[in-house]
């Protein structure tokens, strides 16, 4: 339903892009160079918008938005911005690099600028696809290769890569950033993507330069669905942010780490968090203490909660980027302190792959307390301004519940499968143990099992069984839980085309 129609979106690639139906009435190549041999700004930005007209399954993440198309400039200093304003446009995706571990240099400080200074903006890029490669952080080849200034830029988002299984591509860049921030931001799906290229054809299209455009594609998405579920209220790009990085999926050790930053981007939980108000919004100033009590209901096996703000563009000579620094505590009904996720940034390889420990971050402009099983009652929130020199700080707090609850989204009804062919079924459910159950049912009465998976796998590639109905149901089942779609879905042939259907 919310396809990021009404918000405006921009690549930043190799030039124009198309021709192709896909983008039919809603682009507008700002790019003069037509002269092309690479049909990579095709592939961003079918990724990020294609409207799916000539093949649906083709379709980009925002294929309501209009986009924009401009030629990529590796210092951030040409027209962006100026055009972003005058065309209202919310959303940038950049997929290109320039030096690999680059610090937090100038490209970075504009970035930071820009979107500092106008808060409804956001910046996305791709991690980069160096991950093999040793670019002087001090850890050997698999660390601190994020490639370019723009991409550390800490109110950006920058995307690692996955394969459609959620395992991470080797060649996917991971952090720290130079200064021991946590970079890549999120991972998204980037390998062997089905994407738009000229002339009104498809290519299939890789790399974290699939995976950028997907996550700026759902960015664009939920601002649109805020904007529908808040009587036209344009949200902050920081809200949005946060309550993307609070809801990933995670993957690898718990908590975040430097290959998947936060987690699987997960648009749907982010939604149900801003569709619920499942946030806060304040401001803060030096030594200042802001305290909220947070109820939460029995039931609840992990609770989340962020926070996240927008930070001013720090110092080139500085030993770190962060300008101010705010602290979130969270006390239980037991009066118990839990603090937020803290990486090692020592280069040392088996220090940066260590899981996340409790700690006090004073690197990163976001932070997160996660509590396994906690206890109902009564939570308190507490945010400092431990420094604060340009204040007052604006910040976000996002919080999520998590039950042992099973969500399947995908099919979620209504949608039609063609017999013999692939599907791959998705379930959102809290956690890797034990196993999933698989069944299904083309009546809604009788079911049949379809297979068992092991419990860190959240999705199946299930072949489509011969048959014809449109009353079918799958339902996924652990420890007493289930989900199913909400509605039917069909299964049935797909029609050949006629003589007669093609003159209609």
């Not at 200074?117 to 698999?142: I, K, R, V, W």
């Not at 975040?256 to 997960?266: E, Q, R, S, V």
Request: charged letters at 15%; glycine letters at 12%.
């Amino acid at each position: 339903h919310f396809d990021g129609h009404g918000v405006n979106v921009m690549t930043r690639d190799d030039g124009a892009v198309g021709p192709h139906i896909d983008f039919q009435g809603r682009i507008t190549n700002v790019s003069t160079n037509t002269n092309l041999i690479s049909n990579h700004g095709d592939g961003t930005a079918g990724v990020l918008a294609g409207g799916g007209n000539l093949d649906p399954t083709e379709k980009g993440m925002a294929s309501g938005s209009k986009i924009w198309v401009v030629d990529y400039a590796a210092d951030f200093q040409d027209t962006t911005l100026a055009l972003c304003l005058a065309a209202d446009i919310k959303v940038t995706n950049t997929s290109y690099s320039d030096d690999c571990n680059a610090g937090y240099n100038s490209h970075s400080q504009t970035v930071d600028q820009q979107l500092f200074q106008n808060p409804e903006l956001m910046h996305s890029f791709s991690a980069g696809n160096q991950g093999t490669l040793d670019c002087n952080y001090g850890a050997g080849n698999l660390w601190g290769n994020i490639t370019g200034g723009h991409k550390q830029a800490k109110n950006a988002l920058a995307t690692a890569n996955l394969y459609a299984d959620f395992t991470l591509e080797a060649t996917s860049s991971r952090g720290p950033a130079t200064d021991g921030r946590i970079k890549p931001d999120l991972a998204a799906h980037g390998q062997n993507q089905g994407a738009t290229d000229s002339d009104n054809t498809y290519q299939v299209f890789g790399g974290t330069s699939a995976a950028s455009p997907g996550t700026a594609g759902g960015f664009a998405q939920l601002i649109g669905a805020f904007k529908e579920t808040h009587g036209g209220q344009v949200p902050s790009a920081a809200l949005i942010k946060a309550a993307m990085l609070n809801t990933a999926n995670d993957l690898g050790n718990p908590g975040p780490d430097y290959k998947y930053g936060w987690g699987h981007l997960n648009a749907l939980k982010a939604f149900n968090v801003l569709k619920n108000n499942q946030f806060y919004i304040n401001s803060i100033d030096n030594d200042g203490t802001n305290q909220l009590m947070l109820n939460v209901p029995a039931g609840v096996a992990q609770m989340k909660v962020m926070l996240y703000w927008a930070d001013p563009e720090g110092d080139l000579a500085g030993a770190k980027s962060l300008v101010n620094d705010l602290d979130l505590t969270v006390f239980d009904p037991g009066a118990g302190l839990h603090l937020p996720f803290v990486l090692s940034t020592v280069a040392d390889p088996d220090s940066l792959d260590k899981p996340a420990t409790p700690g006090i971050d004073h690197l990163n402009n976001m932070e997160q307390v996660a509590i396994a099983m906690p206890a109902a009652g009564q939570y308190l929130l507490q945010v400092h301004g431990f420094e604060v020199p340009q204040g007052p700080a604006q910040y976000v707090l996002v919080y999520e519940f998590l039950t042992e609850d099973i969500d399947l989204t995908y099919p979620m009804g209504g949608e039609g499968f063609v017999p013999g062919e692939k599907e791959r079924i998705h379930w959102d459910a809290l956690g890797d143990a034990g196993t999933f159950k698989i069944d299904f049912s083309p009546d809604g009465t009788n079911w049949s099992n379809v297979a068992t998976v092991f419990g860190d796998q959240h999705h199946f590639e299930w072949d489509v069984p011969a048959l014809v109905s449109g009353n079918c149901f799958l339902r996924v089942s652990r420890n007493g839980f289930s989900g199913e779609n909400n509605k039917p879905f069909a299964i049935i042939g797909e029609p050949a085309p006629t003589l007669l259907s093609l003159l209609d």
